[in-house]
T-cell receptor
Framework: GDSVTQMEGPVTLSEEAFLTINCTYT??????LFWYVQYPGEGLQLLLK?????DKGSNKGFEATYRKETTSFHLEKGSVQVSDSAVYFC????????????FGSGTQLTVLP | EAGVAQSPRYKIIEKRQSVAFWCNPI?????LYWYQQILGQGPKLLIQ????????DSQLPKDRFSAERLKGVDSTLKIQPAKLEDSAVYLC??????????????FGPGTRLTVL
């Protein structure tokens, strides 16, 4: 079945550091890939997405590129802020009518001032 | 545009009691999902509705969990009787496959259930 593997957390960085959170997937066909973010006390919010190979999703300074050859969708940001502290989830939906999300286990990011 | 609404936000019950959660999706969204998020894990799909019909309930523990979406708008998820391992956050999400961003799911704030 489909699965998503994220790098183990928690991750602690200083403000303005470079961020990478690794994500790899296993799925049949051509899934759409997503990064969701969960701020403390809030629900999941879509951060960015990519729907086909080589697409780059970007939002709020975060980027991720859909790499079919390595089945990866790593999240990056050049300079993190304290306000980026949250839990980040990588997820996929398989092509087809169901569109159910399969999530990774999440990565807790803490950014220190 | 109003987001996905859920209530209650928190619930504490004892094992073997029953509990119900309510979800009102974004207006016009035909697809509604219920997910279970256990602490430290990613959300796991319980059930998916398209309008008022069930698309997939293969991961719903049907001996104790039930869900309905009678008028194709809001939905209720029930647990009866609850077990300790049901302690989790229950997330509702909605999407509209007819729109350009149809594969994007929008999540509510969740209901945190604690079973003692």
């Amino acid at each position: 079945g489909d699965s998503v593997t994220q790098m183990e957390g928690p991750v602690t960085l200083s403000e303005e550091a470079f961020l990478t959170i690794n994500c790899t997937y296993t799925a049949t066909g051509y899934p759409s890939l997503f990064w969701y973010v969960q701020y403390p006390g809030e629900g999941l919010q879509l951060l960015l997405k990519a729907t086909k190979a080589d697409d780059k999703g970007s939002n709020k300074g975060f980027e991720a590129t859909y790499r079919k050859e390595t089945t990866s969708f790593h999240l990056e940001k050049g300079s993190v802020q304290v306000s980026d502290s949250a839990v980040y989830f990588c997820a996929l939906t398989r092509s087809g009518s169901a569109r159910q999300l399969t999530f990774g286990s999440g990565t807790q990011l803490t950014v220190l001032p | 545009e109003a987001g996905v609404a859920q209530s209650p936000r928190y619930k504490i019950i004892e094992k073997r009691q029953s509990v119900a959660f309510w979800c009102n999706p974004i207006s016009g969204h035909a697809t509604l999902y219920w997910y279970q998020q256990i602490l430290g894990q990613g959300p796991k799909l319980l059930i998916q509705f398209q309008n008022n019909g069930v698309v997939d309930d293969s991961q719903l523990p049907k001996d104790r969990f039930s869900a309905e979406r009678l008028k194709g708008v809001d939905s209720t998820l029930k647990i009866q009787p609850a077990k300790l391992e049901d302690s989790a956050v229950y997330l509702c999400a909605s999407s509209n496959p007819g729109q350009g961003s149809g594969d994007t799911q929008y999540f509510g704030p969740g209901t945190r259930l604690t079973v003692l």
